[in-house]
Antibody, heavy 124, light 107 residues
Framework: EVQLVESGGGLVQPGGSLRLSCAASGFTFSDYYMDWVRQAPGKGLEWVGRSRNRGNSYTTEYAASAKGRFTVSRDHSNYSLYLQMNSLRIEDTAVYYC???????????????WGQGTTVTVSS | DIQLTQSPSFLSASIGDRVAITCRASQGISDYLAWYQQKPGKAPKLLMYAASTLQSGVPSRFSGSGSDTDFTLTISNLQPEDFATYYCQQVKSYPLNFGGGTKVEIK
């Protein structure tokens, strides 16, 4: 069964750091683009960042709100995706989802597997 | 950045109705559009990709159409489990923006 399980969320003070983890199973992790998407309380979805697949050298992309503060990385030995979040702000409070990308004929078309989400609260 | 505008933001409908949700992109995105369904407290679920390709396991009462800047998600014969919030997303260029969402509620 294809599955993504996030962990690492919690309460952190403004300016603090947190590392989210996502354990992947049931598919060949290195073949897929992986993303982080967040949802603030009562709000819509916001793409945060991406790690491309092995064929694209695991390069990364970030939303403007994340660039310079957040880092997406992978550990291939244990099929894990990470989101290192530094200099956290109150507006980073959200549920963070780990997501797998769907690729058809080499073209990325969307997000087909989602984790259950982990909640990050930034507050003093 | 490519902005996506969904309409309506809120839709009230009855069981068995046919409903349509539109998504307009601020610039052309060919068919690089996905649709998601989200129920309260749950992760989103992919319904449609490449604008009109039904994701495996999604009921055929869902259909997608459009290209370039104008897209539509249609739900025929609305069922109780379809009451949810729907989002479009462009995957043409970064940032991979989502639309603002359309909440479908029971009339």
């Amino acid at each position: 069964e294809v599955q993504l399980v996030e962990s690492g969320g919690g309460l952190v003070q403004p300016g603090g750091s947190l590392r989210l983890s996502c354990a992947a199973s049931g598919f060949t992790f290195s073949d897929y683009y992986m993303d982080w998407v967040r949802q603030a309380p009562g709000k819509g979805l916001e793409w945060v960042g991406r790690s491309r697949n092995r064929g694209n050298s695991y390069t990364t992309e970030y939303a403007a709100s994340a660039k310079g503060r957040f880092t997406v990385s992978r550990d291939h030995s244990n099929y894990s995706l990470y989101l290192q979040m530094n200099s956290l702000r109150i507006e980073d409070t959200a549920v963070y989802y780990c997501v797998r990308g769907i690729i058809v004929a080499g073209i990325y078309y969307g997000m087909d597997v989602w984790g259950q989400g982990t909640t990050v609260t930034v507050s003093s | 950045d490519i902005q996506l505008t969904q309409s309506p933001s809120f839709l009230s409908a009855s069981i068995g109705d046919r409903v349509a949700i539109t998504c307009r992109a601020s610039q052309g995105i060919s068919d690089y559009l996905a649709w998601y369904q989200q129920k309260p407290g749950k992760a989103p679920k992919l319904l449609m990709y490449a604008a009109s390709t039904l994701q495996s396991g999604v009921p055929s009462r869902f259909s997608g159409s459009g290209s370039d800047t104008d897209f539509t998600l249609t739900i025929s014969n609305l069922q109780p489990e379809d009451f949810a919030t729907y989002y479009c997303q462009q995957v043409k260029s970064y940032p991979l923006n989502f639309g603002g969402g359309t909440k479908v509620e029971i009339k």
